[in-house]
């Protein structure tokens, strides 16, 4: 699903986090590009604040579709 895959990397996530503009990214991409930026992979704009916060709910949907999906 569409949802699952990072705007980054554009692989399905194992560890995402949602950013200031609202927009779940994969942990580790999202921690590179901010190393070196302060706006918006999605965007552009610039982001309020550089915090970065575990999507929970996210991250279960993916787990139980890949235990639905082995094979992808």
Known sequence: PAD?????TTEVM?????AADGHAYERSAIERWLATKSTSPMTGGELEHMG???HHMLRRMIREWRAAHPAR
């Open 52 to 54: 970065l916060s575990p």
């Open 14 to 18: 194992s560890d995402p986090v949602m």
């Open 4 to 8: 699952f895959i990072c705007p980054i």
